[in-house]
């Protein structure tokens, strides 16, 4: 099994997806001491992550942290697009500095869109209904990749790390992939490394929300971010915690600044060995890592590195589209675009496919199956806010007392309420997009 980033793809099995990849449980854990924590993350909307502790002890202790996330504009913005932004507008009202890159040259190269028209679509279809949905302008940055000279810079600097045979491996590309869309992957490691730069607010905890789709990326940029780092603290061969430097030059000067580092988190016992170019730690503990692996990070600029913290990732997972399939741009039928009318709508769900029996006798008798349901994903992911009463229509829709036609009708009020006051934000949305861009 691989994941491309670029295919159409649906996952049925997230739980073997996540297993076979790697990808940690989005555990209870993780989010139940948040403040008010989102229903996305609340209903296993959001399933897996990478490195999400970080990102956890950095909102709990009130330490700096950012998101970066990207958008690929084609089409027009469907439900399926509104989930990343209600992440971010929670993590937002969290405190984290926001970050959000226009893939424009992903697009270009990927999709066949000119630079133009994706700016264009960028412009009236994502960032004006990210403004409507509630996304502010303070702490939060949207770029276009194609005038970032940072991150592109950043592209080419961190590919030096990465060799053609893993790209194959990660990507499958070929010897007929574009030479830009062979690159853009360096570019996205360069969106999401590029906020921990001195000028953006320096090294911290990133968080990156997106799709399971995106996993290739995450990696890469996961493992660039440790190639590029001048020290490493590992659990050595016969169980001594131990921090190694990684390059060759300074030496002695990155040992002392170690021995420095550790001394004032309380390490006393600690042997040095040059020619190894590492200093053991006694009465360390695994836990003790990613502590001394902070301060270390952070200390690594003044030696001409970037110290970067390994980027962190939640995965969601994709909303079905109305029809069953997958929800997309490209077959209007099965999405909701943020800028259908109510009465488009309307239509839209009226015509979904349900987890109904096929009389209503049958499902008086038997009730519906709502975890195969298109109206219920809708009431899941975006339409009802409270627990208790999804619940309620979980078990009314189980036992056989909810019809599908009314359950259908309450959705579409829910959805065209939405859309119409989504639609009439958007009115001024144009007028702020200054406030966001870069
Ligand atoms: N590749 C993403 C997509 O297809 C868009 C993207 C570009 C992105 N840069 C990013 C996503 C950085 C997350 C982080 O939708
Ligand atoms: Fe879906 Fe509602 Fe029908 Fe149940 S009653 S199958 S939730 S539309």
């Known amino acids: 099994m691989k994941i491309d980033p670029w295919s159409s793809t649906t996952y049925q099995d997230y739980t073997r997806l996540r297993d076979e990849f790697g990808i940690q449980e989005f555990s209870e854990d993780l989010w139940k001491d948040l403040p008010h924590p989102h229903r996305l ?33 084609s089409g027009k913005m469907h439900l399926g697009h509104k989930m990343v932004i209600d992440e971010v507008i929670y993590y937002q009202s969290l405190g984290a500095d926001i970050f959000i890159a226009v893939a424009d040259i992903e697009a270009f190269a990927t999709r066949g869109y000119t630079l133009e028209e994706t700016e264009e679509l960028a412009l009236n279809e994502y960032i004006s209904n990210y403004i409507a949905l509630g996304l502010k302008p303070e702490k939060c940055r949207i770029y276009f990749q194609s005038k970032h000279q940072d991150v592109k810079d950043m592209a080419y600097i961190l590919g030096k790390k990465i060799n053609w045979s893993q790209m194959v491996a990660t990507y499958g590309f070929t010897e007929s992939t574009n030479m830009t869309h062979i690159f853009s992957p360096l570019v996205q490691t360069g969106d999401i490394l590029h906020v921990q730069l001195k000028k953006f607010g320096g090294v911290r905890p990133t968080l990156v929300p997106v799709g399971v789709d995106q996993d290739p990326h995450i990696r890469l940029s996961r493992d660039i971010s440790q190639a590029h780092r001048l020290y ?37 016992e600690l042997k040095r060995i040059t020619d190894y170019k590492a200093i053991y730690i006694k009465k360390a503990e695994e836990e003790d890592i990613p502590r001394i692996d902070e301060h270390l990070a952070k200390s690594e600029t003044r030696f001409g590195g970037y ?38 709508a309307r239509k839209k769900i009226m015509h979904a496919k349900t987890g109904g029996a096929v009389t209503l006798e049958e499902q008086k008798k038997h009730g519906g199956n709502p975890s195969d349901c298109m109206v219920y994903e809708l009431f899941l992911y975006h339409l009802i806010e409270n627990d208790d009463e999804l619940a309620e229509i979980y078990n009314s829709c189980k036992s056989g007392k909810q019809m599908c036609g009314n359950c259908k009708k309450y959705a579409s009020e829910l959805m065209e309420k939405n859309l119409i006051s989504i639609a009439e934000k958007r009115k001024t949305a144009d007028k702020k997009i200054k406030d966001y861009l870069i």
Not at 237 to 251: A, L, P, Y
Not at 335 to 343: C, M, Q, R
Request: glycine share 8%.
């Open 41 to 73: 993350l609340r209903r296993g909307v959001v399933f897996g992550h990478r490195g999400f502790e970080l990102i956890h002890d950095a909102i709990i202790n009130k330490k700096p942290w950012a998101i970066l996330t990207g958008l690929m504009p």
């Open 232 to 268: 490493n603290v590992t659990v050595t061969k016969d169980n001594k915690i131990g921090v190694f430097v990684k390059v060759d030059k300074d030496i002695e000067k990155l040992l002392d600044n170690a021995e420095e580092i550790l001394n004032k988190l309380h390490f006393t």
């Open 307 to 344: 110290g970067f913290f390994q980027p962190s990732a939640t995965f969601h997972r994709f909303i079905t589209g109305l029809t069953g399939e997958k929800m997309s741009s490209s077959k209007p039928e099965s999405a909701i675009f943020l800028s259908d009318t109510p009465e488009d």
